[in-house]
């Protein structure tokens, strides 16, 4: 089935700790991009890419990195976890403008 | 910082009721999408409507987008059980990008058997 896969579902961290959440689309849209869910606050962008080879900074960036090495694989790096970025984590994709995004079910992460 | 604000953030109803919940947003737009989130899971997407529509519709489901009052509503008509969710609308700036898609805080459909 077409569509993003998110992995892991879950983590538990430790702060200090490095994280990679990984993200994989097998629909080959141009755009990808990493948001966090927090209740009360909706999804807050944290960063994008237009396409393989470009990211960009969104809503929330620091203490966040990405790469687009390829079109199928935005992978989301926490250089050391931080209480404040326990979350939800999604990653989803679109082909562009006007288009709609594509979501995976998400990363819950809890940073202890 | 929001674009999109719901209302209500939550609403409770009875199977076959119809529901309806708004959106406002700040500043122009490009186009306005809602997105339904069961939980647990990633947001699906309903319904994009551009800034140059009035109404659209999808089955059950109606959206209307009036800029000049920079708002929104979605109707969901003879509601069920099944569309218990969370509902966000997005707005995609004039300024483009998909980047620039900025959601809300959601409104928590209950739909009672």
């Known amino acids: 089935i077409a569509g993003i896969t998110q992995a892991p579902t879950s983590q538990i961290l430790a702060a200090g700790r490095r994280m990679t959440l990984r993200c994989t689309q097998d629909?080959?849209?141009?755009?990808m991009y990493w948001y966090r869910q927090d209740l009360g606050l909706g999804l807050r962008l944290i960063h994008y890419?237009?396409?393989?080879?470009?990211?960009g900074k969104g809503e929330v960036p620091d203490g966040y990195s990405v790469s687009r090495a390829n079109t199928d694989d935005f992978p989301l790096t926490l250089a050391s976890a931080v209480p404040s970025q326990t979350s939800v984590y999604f990653c989803?994709?679109?082909?562009?403008?006007?288009?709609?995004?594509?979501f995976g079910n998400g990363t819950r992460l809890t940073v202890t | 910082s929001q674009q999109g604000e719901e209302d209500p953030q939550a609403l409770s109803i009875q199977e076959g009721e119809n529901a309806t919940m708004n959106c406002s947003y700040k500043?122009?737009?490009?186009?306005l999408q809602w997105y339904r989130q069961n939980s647990g899971r990633g947001l699906v997407h309903l319904i994009l409507?551009?800034?140059?529509?009035r109404e659209k519709h999808s089955g059950r489901l109606r959206v209307t987008l009036d800029t000049s009052k920079k708002s929104s509503s979605l109707l969901i008509t003879a509601s069920r059980a099944a569309d218990t969710a969370s509902y966000f609308c997005?707005?995609?700036?004039?300024?483009?990008?998909?980047?620039?898609?900025?959601f809300g805080a959601g409104t928590r459909l209950a739909v009672h058997p």
């Open positions: 989803a994709s679109s082909q562009g403008d006007n288009s709609p995004l594509h």
């Open positions: 629909m080959r849209h141009n755009a």
């Open positions: 890419s237009n396409t393989a080879g470009t990211t």
């Open positions: 500043t122009s737009i490009n186009n």
């Open positions: 409507i551009r800034s140059n529509e």
């Open positions: 997005a707005t995609e700036g004039l300024s483009g990008g998909y980047n620039k898609l900025i």
